[in-house]
């Protein structure tokens, strides 16, 4: 009867004690990174990043091991369960098994904590009193702030003035534990005041919010910076998702034959797939489906290009080869703020590239509708975010009643709405739109981007 | 090293399947309930209240058996975590042991849904289609709404309308659930019209909200009312809280020498530690310590009589033998909006009096103190509810580490406070006050009580 449960959590002394580093088994390495200035082949900044996320950003190891007080904070809220969603299923009348690992019930909310625990960890031992990070909607923002609270480092978040007005709870969930937390564009940092001087109430973005938060680093004494998506290190420490719902699924007895996730920078999908893509690498799982999902407001798979392009506005952060919207695009104004990002990680443009992993996009008032049906089958009120991945996780599952296939369909689900009920309140007032961008405002950011060939 | 662990979780195939009854095992019985017209002993309306919930209302068994629906349904979040507090007792400096029960992380974030899950299967199995109810905070509400939604019926709600104001995110909590919310005083029944003609915004209280609901239901076909706590049956329906709890506890071999729980109405609380108090009435656990914390701000068996009172404002629900401030009083503007009634569930008084549990009373700047403090060291944001007790229970265990005594303190933690992060900014801004009454202004609401003797 064990397949009948509804929900299986791992006992906390069978939490993988190592994550999965996907550049041990990538069929062909990540194109470099590029220094800024040089445009010639980089480490990240050793004044932004401290040694050992360096090392591991750079790593072949296959595994690396999580220190031991890393996993102690993990246990606070890890390993998280994985559910079968018996009542999605039943309301789709779908002959698909669906499966959603659950990363809400960490405290702050979201699967961020994995990599801002391990990343405040490593820059405690380094002897970093202080980080800065930039915020979008919060979330990374709020994760960062719990992990620094619990090494006693000083944080300072420049958060996306919209995001800052929009959403003081989420800024509120910061102070509460002992984070500073300013708007971005703020008088705080060069790029800011001169962004300020033009506007002085300068709605900001996750590019102008990057470039203060390492301008800040790099000009303040025993500072490093916090960057909470896109780059490898951070995708890795977020495997610890996917090794625990693969111990729990193998226990079960199920393979996951199509993994749905949510794309903004690309962790929390990666943290879910990493571990399964490597089967696949393997040759083991060749029919294994995985859909990154990511706005039509903020295409940067689906629309962008495969090139070299700075992370950030102000071009301060290592230049990147990855699917990019160009670093000038302002994405559209989606509830979903973490997906909100002109470039992708670029494992995971990589693994598009080499076919291991597919992408689609969709359109935020259809991410709410599947919202809605997910807290009414299932209970939970879903990040905007999350949202995604529910909206192609229900039309796989109606695709298999429509098909009689009886697939097994495994959800990442990222977090929990708590902070966004202003977002679904607009949804169900029918004040929500959709955004397309047309072909003609792509091509002109796509313009701007630098032109470097791939070495 | 299994004591050493963070967390423990039952299976969900080794979760409770009865509730257990305190009302087989009480040294005496509970005074009877009265009928608010004829001041004569009575059941429950059945306009009011259908028959298999009556019927729990009296009943004297001693384990009522939990319908394999409701069941079903509990295993969305059942079993719920006991948490070992390492972290507070680590930056108390306490030989205490602290474990807290953690109901956060239901759909609807706190311990109310174990009861409306069941009043709502119920209510579905006797064929109604419509369940009025009332909510200051919104926890109640929004519980309701979930559960209403998983069986398919209408609900209702009157939401004190300071609350409707100052809460939005909950209201929009049981919108996405399917509930339709009005604020209260509303001109959708007699006493609320009567109210609003006599000051338009008008701010409202629990006591006057459930007199509308209660005069909603009366009045229409086919509708049933719903309370979220003080009734005998909704503390049951709780006690798999404690249940799951002294099977966790008995697995890691610990018994608590205290238990702390907030109580408004007084439902969290019992369902902690009812199961309890079972052993301490069978003369087996003479020392266990169960401590009530109210705030100073609404306190009713500290501050209030045991008599008879109305449960509502209208003085249309059945009389109760209680502690309350009478059924005029209205408490003070508290954050912990889930504390704000002014009386008390029968079976809490009835354990008071007989000694069987104590109570005490805390101020609101104190409890913030507390919950800052948890966050900060266990990471989970509380409810303001859930502070009063986190307050004592770290009261509790510095007093451990002054006496040098190495005492097991349960705390129940009933939820988080994700839809309370304005109360926390508040506190931290320095904007938060304390509330104590004049004795002059209890006596005079206590003037107002119905004066009828015990039989």
Not at 20 to 49: H, R, S, V
Not at 444 to 452: H, N, R, W
């Amino acid at each position: 009867m064990d397949k009948e449960k509804t929900k299986y959590i791992l006992d906390e002394n069978d939490m993988p004690t190592a994550w999965y580093n996907i550049q041990a088994d990538l069929p062909e390495p990540l194109p470099p990174l590029l220094n800024p200035q040089t445009k010639e082949p980089t480490q990240l900044p050793p004044f932004l990043f401290c040694d050992e996320l360096n090392k591991q950003e750079f790593s072949k190891e296959r595994y690396i091991d999580i220190p031991e007080e890393v996993q102690r904070i993990y246990r606070s809220w890890r390993p998280t369960t994985l559910f079968r969603a018996h009542k999605l299923e039943k309301a789709l009348d779908t002959p698909a098994k669906i499966y959603y690992k659950f990363e809400g019930t960490s405290p702050a909310g979201s699967h961020k904590p994995n990599t801002a625990v391990a990343q405040a960890y490593y820059n405690k031992k380094a002897g970093i009193k202080r980080i800065t990070t930039e915020t979008g909607a919060g979330q990374w923002g709020s994760a960062l702030a719990m992990a620094c609270m619990y090494f006693g480092i000083e944080l300072k978040v420049y958060m996306v003035r919209i995001s800052y007005q929009q959403k003081p709870y989420r800024r509120n969930l910061m102070e509460v534990w002992g984070a500073k937390c300013v708007a971005s564009p703020s008088p705080d940092t060069q790029i800011g005041k001169k962004l300020l001087a033009e506007d002085s109430n300068h709605p900001g973005s996750l590019g102008i919010a990057i470039s203060e938060a390492v301008e800040d680093a790099a000009t303040h004494e025993g500072t490093r910076y916090s960057l909470g998506s896109v780059l490898n290190h951070v995708l890795m420490h977020q495997t610890i998702i996917g090794l625990e719902t693969k111990k729990l699924m193998e226990k079960i007895g199920v393979y996951p034959d199509i993994i749905v996730a949510c794309v903004g920078g690309g962790s929390n999908a990666s943290g879910m797939f990493l571990p399964f893509v490597k089967d696949k690498i393997a040759g083991k799982k060749k029919n294994l489906k995985v859909i990154c999902v990511e706005p039509t407001g903020s295409p940067s798979i689906t629309k962008g290009l495969l090139a070299y392009d700075y992370g950030d506005v102000a071009g301060m952060a290592p230049i990147a080869f990855m699917h990019t919207l160009g670093h000038t695009f302002i994405p559209a104004p989606l509830h979903a703020g973490g997906l909100r990002y002109h470039g992708m990680a670029p494992i995971v443009s990589h693994l598009v590239k080499l076919g291991l992993i597919e992408d689609k996009a969709v359109p935020q008032l259809a991410t709410f509708e599947a919202g809605i049906q997910f807290a009414r089958t299932e209970g939970y009120i879903s990040a905007p975010e999350t949202n995604h991945a529910i909206r192609v996780t229900i039309d796989e599952a109606i695709k298999c009643r429509e098909e009689g296939k009886s697939k097994v369909i495994l959800l990442a689900h990222s977090g929990h709405g708590h902070f966004d009920m202003g977002a679904y309140d607009a949804y169900l007032a029918g004040k929500l739109e959709d955004f397309e961008y047309p072909e003609a405002k792509i091509k002109e950011a796509l313009s701007q981007l630098p032109q470097i060939p791939v070495k």
